[in-house]
């Protein structure tokens, strides 16, 4: 580099530096691995949840909202009930009006037809449930009464606020609902429509796109050619994608071209805001969507210590840096992956609480795992409200084996073998 000095000055010829090469953006620093090379799992999944950000919310309808996460407190709009109603048949009076100025009860009030405002000394009938005019403080049952004509004669008192349901004993007006944070189920919708709230601010559901490839791959319902498999992988983590809330589109690549590959994904990112890819058991087919991948954005390819699922490949994608997961190609390693993984990505995305509620269980099977690994086993687990049992669920026919279990078997890193009758930890299939 030659530095100019002072006009008329002298020129001094500067060392020339190194250009320095454009590495152009990269991923933040990766955990470190162990001796073996392998990244902890734990650390694993917080550097992704690092990568990504929730959703930007916005406001939807209370119905089309349900199983969000809602991003603002919400307090009641109205008085439940809105007004005040009768708990009995009889009449709406005040009070006040059942005693003369010395103290004894009346002997009768004036009755009004159709009244909206009680006079005073006025009253007026009532059904149950049904709203009283302003100004009743309380109802008179008609056994308490006798009518004459256009008045009532008055048997027995009543106190303020007696046989009346006031207007927001129920719920109040600008009462706390809702926190920001919380999930939308059925029963909080019916709430907050009872609670006069029709819109409320929420996270949308994450949109993923499942993309299935490979060169012996076919669609479901096709005949198969010698060699060839159902797409069944992309089938298994579109439906799980959909069990953990979001809205889920499957795409399909019938061979392993890069380029192709490339294509397919980058036409599918403007609705994605997660991209899922699986493969068969093929490791061309595997390596074919990692070059994509590595040719379309930033991407982290590591050994976690787990199993199955020890080998996992993420990355950044495109202009906008659209999160994508590959998944292993053996359909157990890539639904295990997926629960490990993928959903806590997802439950980022939709701003709730990135935590898995594990359950404890007395094996019923001798279980063997290799220390310094996470190990995720298939099993059933039995509940019958005395004690939770789990036994271990293995079958030829992967699918099978993933079909009959409910539950996923937790030997941390610290645990080489279970005996049966001892306690181990798992994760409900059915409860994110």
């Given amino acids: 580099m030659v530095e100019t000095m002072a006009l008329f000055g002298r020129r001094k010829k500067i060392e020339a530096e190194p250009p320095q090469e454009d590495t152009g953006p990269i991923l933040p620093p990766a955990p470190p691995s162990d001796a073996q090379g392998l990244r902890r799992v734990q650390d694993h999944v917080e550097y992704l ?43 709406a009076v005040r009070a006040s009006d059942l005693f003369d100025d010395g103290g004894k009860l009346v002997e009768s009030l004036s009755l009004g037809e159709g009244v909206q405002h009680l006079g005073i000394g006025q009253t007026t009938r009532v059904g149950v449930g049904e709203a009283v005019p302003r100004g009743a403080t309380a109802v008179l049952p008609i056994e308490f009464t006798e009518e004459a004509g256009d008045r009532i004669r008055v048997l027995q008192e009543v106190d303020e606020g007696q046989y009346l349901r006031a207007a927001g004993s129920h719920l109040a007006l600008g009462a706390r609902l809702l926190s920001s944070g919380a999930v939308l189920n059925e029963r909080s919708v019916g709430m907050l429509a009872a609670a006069g709230i029709d819109r409320v601010l929420v996270r949308p559901k994450p949109r993923v796109v499942v993309v299935g490839s490979g060169t012996e791959l076919v669609e479901p319902g096709t005949q198969l050619g010698h060699g060839e498999a159902t797409d069944a992988n992309s089938y298994l ?38 991209v899922i890819s699986t493969t068969g058991g093929r490791r061309e087919d595997y390596e074919a969507v990692a070059k994509a991948m590595g040719e379309m954005g930033l991407v982290d390819a590591v050994e976690v210590a787990m199993s199955p699922g020890r080998t996992q490949t993420f990355g950044l994608i495109g202009d906008e840096k659209v999160p994508m997961v590959m998944l292993p190609g053996n359909p157990v390693s890539a639904y295990v992956s997926f629960q490990v993984f993928v959903l806590p990505l997802l439950l980022r995305l939709k701003g709730a609480e990135v935590k898995r509620r594990t359950v404890r269980a007395i094996a019923k099977d001798p279980l063997r795992s290799v220390k310094g690994q996470l190990h995720l086993l298939r099993g059933y687990l039995n509940d019958d409200s005395r004690v939770r049992t789990v036994e271990r669920v293995s079958d030829h026919f992967a699918m099978a084996e993933l079909n009959a279990s409910n539950c996923l078997i937790l030997l941390d890193e610290e645990t080489e073998s279970v005996r049966p009758g001892e306690a181990v930890k798992c994760w409900l299939l059915s409860d994110f």
Avoid: W
């Avoid at 199983?67 to 009995?88: K, M, W």
């Avoid at 795409?251 to 392993?256: C, E, I, K, L």
């Fill in 49 to 91: 949840l690092e990568l990504v950000q929730p959703l930007n919310p916005f406001g939807m309808a209370v119905v089309e909202a349900c199983g969000q996460v809602i991003c603002e407190d919400i307090n009641s709009l109205i008085n439940v009930p809105a007004d005040s109603t009768s708990r009995v048949v009889g009449y």
């Fill in 237 to 274: 983590i579109a439906a799980a994608a959909m069990a953990a809330g979001a809205t889920v589109f499957r795409v399909s690549v019938h061979g392993n071209d890069p380029e192709e590959l490339k294509q397919a994904i980058t036409d599918q990112l403007i609705r994605a805001d997660v």
